[in-house]
C-alpha cells in the first residue's frame, strides 16, 4: 500500500490540535508535532487549530504536514476566504489573512531570512509596499490539463488535481481563456496563457488543433507595454507576473541608482530588457546582459530605437569580468536561486559605486548581501514590494554602496 494517504481511502485520516507558531518558508505556520516540527497550511501566527496531518513520500523521502481543518482560537487577522477553491488549490496561501496583515507578514519573513547573518543584523527594512490590486493582477498562468479537457492546478501537498472556472488572481483576460477552453483541450496536459494587460495582446501555447478552440493559439509572442514602452515577450521569456507592481520595481530602481547622463550602467539578468530600455535616455550607455537568446531577440527587436544599449549574449558570471568600462551603477536582478558566486565576486572586483539588487526569493538575497557586505558594500535599504497579493512570495528591492561613501 502507498505510504500517501491523500492517494488511498479517505477513512485514513488523521487529525490533532496544534497552537502554530510563526511562518515558515513556503507562506505555512511551523507547529510541533510529536517533537517533529511540521509547515501547517491554512493558519495563522498564534492561533489553536485541528489540522489534518498527512504522512506520505516525495522523492524518496518522508513527509509530514498539516493542513487546517478547523480554527479553534482565531487570530484578529483571520478573514473570510473569498474563494471556493482555497485550500483544495494551493495556489493562494493567504488569502484567509488580511491584507494589511499579510504586508506585514511579508516583511517579518525578509526579517527572518536576514537574522541569520550577523553582516545584515543592523540593516533597514522598510515597510512592504502594497500592490493596488489584490486579487485579478497575474498576466501569466499555467494550468494543469485533466480528464479529457478540464483545466485546473494540483495542489502542492495532496498533489490533487482541482478543476477551476475562475481564477481570481488572474487577469479577467486570462479567466476569459479559461472560460472558452474549459473542457476543450485535451490533446495537451499542460496550458499556458500570457496576456499584456496593457496591450490585449495574448499568447497560448501550445498549439491547439480541435475545431471548437474559440482562440487562436500557438503564438510566438506578445506585446506589452511599460511605461510607455512596448516590450515583446516570447514564451520561453521571463516577464514579471505583475505589470503594474513591475512599474514599481523600475521606479525604485530609478529613484535609488540616481542615474545620470555621464554614467555607465549594467543591468545584469536583463531579461528582454524592462530596466535597461527604461532607464536607458539617463545614463551615457546601457549594457543589458542576458543568458537566454530569445530574450535577447526580443530586446533587440523592441529596442531598435534606444541606440545606446548593447545587449551581451551570456551568463552574468562570465560576461560581466570582461566589460571595459568603468561601472557606474549595476542592476542584479537574478531568477530566485539568487546569484552565481562568480558574479558576486566580478562584482565585489568591478566596485561599481551603487547596486540595486532585486529579489524574489529572501532566502538567496540574504546569502548574496552576507557576501557583498563582506566584500566591502553597505546595505543602504531593503524595501518589500508585494508583487504577489494572497502569497507568501515578496520581492525586494535593495540598494547597496561602497563602504565608506555617501
Known amino acids: 500500500m502507498s505510504l500517501d494517504p491523500l492517494r488511498n481511502e479517505e477513512d485514513i485520516k488523521e487529525y490533532v490540535d496544534l497552537r502554530l507558531g510563526p511562518m515558515g518558508e513556503i507562506g505555512d505556520c511551523v507547529a510541533n508535532l510529536d517533537g517533529e516540527t511540521?509547515?501547517?497550511?491554512?493558519?495563522?501566527p498564534g492561533e489553536l487549530v485541528k489540522a489534518r496531518i498527512y504522512r506520505y513520500r516525495r522523492r524518496k523521502r518522508s513527509?509530514?504536514?498539516?493542513?487546517?481543518?478547523?480554527?479553534?482560537?482565531?487570530?484578529?487577522?483571520?478573514?473570510e476566504v473569498p474563494c471556493p477553491n482555497f485550500g483544495p488549490c494551493s495556489g493562494c496561501q493567504w488569502q484567509h489573512i488580511d491584507y494589511q496583515h499579510q504586508l506585514e507578514l511579508k516583511r517579518g519573513i525578509v526579517s527572518e531570512s536576514f537574522s541569520s547573518y550577523c553582516t545584515l543584523e543592523e540593516v533597514n527594512i522598510s515597510p512592504t509596499l502594497p500592490a493596488p490590486s489584490q486579487f485579478e493582477y497575474r498576466n501569466h498562468a499555467r494550468?494543469?490539463?485533466?480528464?479529457?479537457?478540464?483545466?485546473?492546478?494540483?495542489?502542492?501537498?495532496?498533489?490533487?488535481?482541482?478543476?477551476?472556472?475562475?481564477?481570481?488572481?488572474?487577469?479577467?483576460?486570462?479567466?476569459?481563456?479559461?472560460?472558452?477552453l474549459q473542457d476543450k483541450v485535451s490533446e495537451t496536459t499542460n496550458l499556458s496563457v500570457r496576456v499584456g494587460v496593457n496591450t490585449g495582446d495574448r499568447l497560448i501555447q501550445p498549439t491547439l488543433s480541435a475545431p471548437d478552440i474559440p482562440f487562436a493559439?500557438?503564438?510566438?509572442?506578445?506585446?506589452?507595454?511599460?511605461?510607455?514602452?512596448?516590450?515583446?515577450?516570447?514564451?520561453?521569456?521571463?516577464?514579471?507576473?505583475?505589470?503594474?507592481?513591475?512599474?514599481?520595481?523600475?521606479?525604485?530602481?530609478?529613484e535609488y541608482l540616481a542615474l545620470t547622463k555621464e554614467q555607465i550602467l549594467v543591468d545584469a539578468y536583463a531579461g528582454v530588457g524592462?530596466?535597461?530600455?527604461?532607464?536607458?535616455?539617463n545614463v551615457k550607455k546601457v549594457f543589458a546582459i542576458e543568458e537566454s537568446a530569445s530574450a535577447v531577440m526580443d530586446a533587440s527587436s523592441a529596442l531598435s530605437d534606444v541606440l545606446n544599449i548593447e545587449f551581451l549574449l551570456g551568463k552574468t558570471e562570465k560576461v560581466l569580468a570582461d566589460i571595459a568600462e568603468d561601472i557606474d551603477a549595476l542592476i542584479l536582478d537574478p531568477p530566485r536561486v539568487g546569484c552565481h558566486p562568480d558574479t558576486l565576486k566580478a562584482v565585489i572586483e568591478r566596485r561599481p559605486p551603487r547596486v540595486a539588487y532585486v529579489s524574489c526569493?529572501?532566502?538567496?538575497?540574504?546569502?548574496?548581501?552576507?557576501?557583498?557586505?563582506?566584500?566591502n558594500y553597505r546595505v543602504i535599504n531593503v524595501q518589500p514590494v508585494d508583487m504577489f497579493p494572497q502569497t507568501y512570495h515578496v520581492e525586494c528591492v535593495v540598494t547597496l554602496g561602497l563602504s565608506g561613501q555617501t
Open 217 to 254: 493559439s500557438g503564438q510566438k509572442w506578445y506585446m506589452e507595454k511599460l511605461k510607455g514602452r512596448i516590450f515583446r515577450v516570447a514564451s520561453p521569456s521571463f516577464f514579471q507576473v505583475n505589470t503594474p507592481q513591475s512599474e514599481t520595481l523600475i521606479d525604485l530602481v530609478s
Open 38 to 44: 511540521i509547515g501547517v497550511f491554512g493558519g495563522i
Open 63 to 79: 513527509m509530514v504536514t498539516g493542513m487546517v481543518s478547523q480554527v479553534i482560537e482565531p487570530s484578529p487577522h483571520r478573514v
Open 274 to 281: 524592462t530596466f535597461a530600455s527604461i532607464l536607458a535616455p
Open 143 to 180: 494550468f494543469t490539463v485533466r480528464f479529457g479537457g478540464q483545466m485546473g492546478f494540483s495542489n502542492r501537498i495532496t498533489r490533487r488535481f482541482v478543476r477551476i472556472e475562475n481564477c481570481m488572481l488572474m487577469a479577467p483576460e486570462i479567466n476569459e481563456v479559461l472560460g472558452g
Open 361 to 375: 526569493d529572501p532566502l538567496s538575497l540574504a546569502r548574496d548581501l552576507d557576501i557583498l557586505v563582506k566584500g
